[in-house]
C-alpha cells in the first residue's frame, strides 16, 4: 500500500501547497481511491505536482460532511466522471461553526451537489469488498474532544450540537492487518481505534492515520496537555504506529511526540508513507 498526503494544514516540501484540510491518495492491490479532498482543489493541483493521476481513481470516501474535508467534491466530479463516491447519509445536513462567541458560520459541504448520482450514502457499516470497510457506530466517549463544543448543526431552524452521526472511518485490509483513516477523530481516537479494533479482530489494526482534534480556535477547549500525556499512554498500549496532522495541531503534536517516540510522525501535504 503506498499512501500520499495531497493536503494537510502544513507541507512537506517547498513546492507543494497546503491549506487547512486533509486529502489522502491511497494505492492498494484492488484501488485507487481518495480519502477526503480538502477545501478546494487544492488536491487536484497537488496530485498533478506529485504526477499522480486522479482520473484513474475509482473510489473516493469522504470521512465527514464539514468543508476542510469535502469542499474539494465539486473539482474532483468534474475531473472524475467514473469513480464512486462514498459518504455519510448525514453529511449534507447544515453544519455550523462557532467562530465568535455566539457568531455561527456555515462549516458544511456544498448542498447543490447533494442529487448527484455519484453518491453512494452509507448507513452505520459497509464493507465495500474484502480490501475497503466504512464504519460510523462508534459508542464510546473516552476523552471526546473538548473542541467539538465549538460545533453545531441546524435542525428545524434550531442549532443543536453536532453528534457527528455524519462522522465514518475506512479500515483498509492487507494481508493479515488493518490500516484505519479517521479524518478528524471527532468521536475521540481512542474510541474510533477500540470500534476499528472490534470489528477487524482477531486481526490487528497496525496503522491509524488521521487527525486527533486537539486544537481549537477558542485556547479554553484546546486539549490539555494532561489530557494529552493520559491519551499518548493508551495509544501506546493500543500498539499501532500512529501518523497525524490537522487538527491535532502542532503544539499537540509536540507532545505527543516527545511522550511516544518513534510510534508517531506527523503527515503534511506532500508527506508519503510505503508498505504500511
Excluded: W
Excluded at 462557532?98 to 457568531?103: D, F, G, Q, S, V
Excluded at 456555515?106 to 447533494?114: E, V
Excluded at 476523552?143 to 441546524?154: A, E, G, H
Amino acid at each position: 500500500m503506498k499512501i500520499t498526503c495531497l493536503v494537510e494544514d502544513t507541507s512537506h516540501t517547498k513546492s507543494i501547497e497546503s491549506e487547512h484540510g486533509v486529502s489522502f491518495y491511497i494505492e492498494t492491490k484492488k484501488h485507487k481511491l481518495l480519502f477526503d479532498l480538502g477545501q478546494s482543489d487544492l488536491f487536484l493541483r497537488n496530485a498533478e505536482k506529485l504526477h499522480l493521476d486522479l482520473s484513474l481513481v475509482d473510489i473516493v470516501v469522504i470521512s465527514h460532511g464539514l468543508y476542510d474535508h469535502g469542499g474539494g467534491l465539486n473539482a474532483f466530479m468534474l475531473m472524475n466522471s467514473t469513480a464512486k463516491i462514498y459518504i455519510n447519509k448525514h453529511a449534507f445536513e447544515a453544519h455550523y461553526s462557532m467562530r465568535k462567541e455566539n457568531e455561527m458560520t456555515y462549516n458544511g459541504l456544498d448542498q447543490s451537489l447533494i442529487d448527484s448520482n455519484r453518491f453512494i450514502f452509507v448507513d452505520q457499516r459497509l464493507e465495500i469488498d474484502e480490501e475497503l470497510t466504512l464504519f460510523a457506530d462508534v459508542k464510546g466517549e473516552e476523552f471526546y474532544p473538548r473542541s467539538n463544543q465549538t460545533l453545531f448543526k441546524l435542525t428545524n431552524e434550531q442549532f443543536q450540537k453536532d453528534d457527528f452521526n455524519h462522522e465514518q472511518n475506512l479500515m483498509i485490509k492487507e494481508h493479515d492487518k488493518h490500516v484505519l483513516f479517521a479524518g478528524c477523530a471527532h468521536h475521540g481516537i481512542i474510541n474510533i481505534i477500540q470500534r476499528a479494533s472490534e470489528i477487524a479482530a482477531p486481526q490487528l489494526i497496525s496503522t491509524v492515520i488521521g487527525g486527533f482534534h486537539f486544537v481549537s480556535r477558542f485556547p479554553e477547549l484546546a486539549e490539555t496537555e494532561e489530557n494529552i500525556k493520559k491519551i499518548s499512554k493508551i495509544l501506546l498500549a493500543l500498539n499501532p504506529m500512529y501518523y497525524t496532522g490537522h487538527c491535532t495541531g502542532l503544539k499537540a503534536y509536540d507532545i505527543l511526540k516527545q511522550e511516544m517516540k518513534n510510534r508517531v510522525e506527523y503527515f503534511s501535504s506532500g508527506f508519503e508513507i510505503v508498505n504500511v
